[in-house]
């Protein structure tokens, strides 16, 4: 395990016959109570892909039931089961060729993070730009893995913009992602850039909306909505 | 889920908040919680009162309809009971108040109900199926307040059906009538492979329980 | 806090997509058809299943026209069974590779 912020955690899970995932894809992870209770929810891979092992990202949902356990008692070593990888839609692959655009919000940052890192080994180059919404500097995750990836590549670009509270001397955006915004960061649309856009559902689809504006086209925009904190279920 | 009975334990887990079982008044497989989860087939209707009414239907004829003062006029009753999900929570004493059914068919001038099944129909299209026998004597309402409020939308407002001896998908939020039918036919989660009657004193949850 | 307080502070369950059901449907069909293109049979609009709305859970997965807000596809699965009703999905379209 490994937090990320005051109110998120990585977790890193090792499965017997695990073959790897492809950049987007989810797990379901069900959870069983000593007195047979159970819940389940999703969490996108976060990790490049690799035999046996995987990362999550959970952010702590204040009241919810998984979460608040996945990011405080749960320690190296516990067990639970997990169902995937799933999903067949919001994935990536090199073979798609295509400039990335990347937008996630909060937690929404997991996936494209999956996308990052196999983009780094096999499509180093690829014009990519990444535009990450969160409320506040803390809540901006994987902040150290952003700036590696960038540093390593000038193809790729990173743009943050905070909805709640920026420190003195912020220099990227202060409000929620609008057409003006992707109007300045957005790829040239003659390229035909992908887009994959991930968060809570209001800023999914708020984002998406915008894109479409912009001259994205609906075919060219993916989209994964979670929970309003983050949580898939 | 597709829940398999062997899954491993995961240490420390403990989920919602809930409180040990007291077997007399919880059904098996059960686990008690003071919060109330909120759980919806579609997104909140928001039917406005001077749209709203409740209907008894019997095929195409329908056989009475009340506005909603109307229904307010009605005697009003209030019922404290246990609810029981089927996704396994239990919400001990609940308050709810509302017009029973046995005053609704009073009120519509019916001695007895035509038939032996009703279909409840909500706005938004949820429907669920139900034995007249289930919803006479007292055993069910149609509410419009929780502990003492009116119905929040997100909780089935302004009016749900509250029928506590059944598993709580039987309670149809937004309910807006009830369809005399003479064959016992499934409605929508019945159909999915949930229980035609749901008795979660004989834990019957699925078909085939 | 008492009870009708956490009546009234739940929050609207949360609306997902038709990512979150692929684990399901991918038991049903074998492959995963978050890709599939779904013709909504009410409005004829057409849009991947990943971007169908969800609602229903936990009981199952309710999926709706995120244009005309028709329900779609109806799953649910227990025991060791899978039930499923797409009768208002007038065309499936996905690529097999």
């Not at chain 1, 959870?31 to 819940?39: E, I």
């Not at chain 1, 086209?217 to 279920?233: M, N, Q, V």
């Not at chain 2, 404290?80 to 068919?105: F, P, Q, R, Y």
């Not at chain 3, 969800?54 to 999926?63: D, E, Q």
């Amino acid at each position: 395990m490994r937090d990320e912020a005051p109110h998120a955690r990585s977790l890193v899970l090792t499965v017997d016959g695990w073959q790897g995932h492809e950049a987007g894809q989810h797990v379901d992870v069900r959870l069983t109570a000593a007195d047979g209770y159970q819940a389940q929810r999703s969490y996108s891979i976060s990790s490049a892909p690799r035999a046996s092992q995987l990362e999550l990202l959970v952010d702590c949902v204040p009241d919810g039931e998984v979460s608040p356990y996945l990011t405080g008692e749960a320690r190296a070593g516990d067990r639970f089961e997990l169902r995937g990888p799933i999903g067949g839609y919001f994935v990536w692959t090199p073979k798609y060729g295509r400039p990335l655009l990347l937008i996630a919000g909060g937690s929404g940052i997991a996936p494209l993070a999956s996308i990052l890192a196999v983009r780094a080994v096999a499509a180093r180059g690829l014009p990519t730009q990444v535009l990450y919404s969160a409320r506040t500097p803390q809540d901006v995750l994987f902040k150290e893995r952003l700036e590696d990836w960038r540093r390593d590549d000038p193809a790729l670009a990173v743009s943050l913009t905070l909805t709640r509270s920026a420190p003195a001397g912020w220099t990227g955006y202060r409000r929620r992602i609008d057409a003006a915004m992707l109007r300045e960061v957005a790829l040239e649309t003659s390229d035909k850039p992908i887009a994959f856009v991930c968060g809570p559902t209001t800023m999914v689809e708020a984002a998406a909306d915008a894109l479409v504006s912009v001259g994205y086209p609906a075919e060219r925009i993916r989209t994964e909505r979670f929970g309003p904190s983050g949580e898939s279920t | 889920m597709g829940i398999d009975e062997t899954s491993p334990v995961s240490r420390g887990f403990v989920g919602r908040r809930r409180s040990p079982a007291q077997a007399e008044r919880v059904p098996p497989g059960q686990y008690v919680t003071s919060d109330f989860p909120v759980l919806s087939a579609g997104p909140t209707p928001h039917t406005p009162l001077e749209q709203w009414s409740f209907a008894l239907q019997h095929g195409t004829e329908r056989i009475a309809e009340w506005s909603w003062p109307q229904f307010q006029g009605l005697k009003q009753t209030r019922v404290t009971a246990d609810i029981h999900c089927v996704t396994k929570w239990s919400k001990l004493d609940t308050h709810w108040e509302g017009v029973t059914i046995d005053t609704l068919l009073e009120a519509a001038g019916l001695a007895a109900a035509p038939t032996s099944y009703v279909m409840a129909y909500s706005d938004g299209g949820y429907t669920t199926n139900l034995p007249m026998a289930d919803l006479l004597k007292g055993r069910a309402l149609v509410a419009t307040k929780f502990d003492d409020t009116p119905l929040a939308p997100a909780h089935g407002g302004p009016a749900r059906l509250v029928v506590p001896h059944l598993y709580f998908w039987k309670s149809a939020k937004w309910v807006r009538g009830l369809s005399f039918i003479t064959q016992d036919k499934p409605g929508f989660w019945e159909s999915l492979g949930y229980h035609m009657r749901g008795d979660p004193w004989k834990e019957q949850r699925y078909a085939g329980d | 806090m008492n009870a009708s307080d956490d009546m009234n502070i739940s929050p609207e369950p949360s609306v997902l997509d038709g990512n979150a059901a692929a684990g399901l449907l991918q038991q049903i069909f074998a492959v995963d058809i978050t890709r599939a293109g779904i013709t909504c049979g009410a409005c004829e609009s057409v849009q991947p299943l990943a971007s169908l709305k969800l609602h229903g859970l936990p009981m199952g997965y309710i999926l709706s026209c995120p244009q005309c807000h028709a329900i779609l596809i109806r799953a649910a699965a227990h025991r060791q069974e899978c039930w499923l009703d797409c009768r208002a999905v007038s065309i499936l379209r996905l690529t097999i590779e």
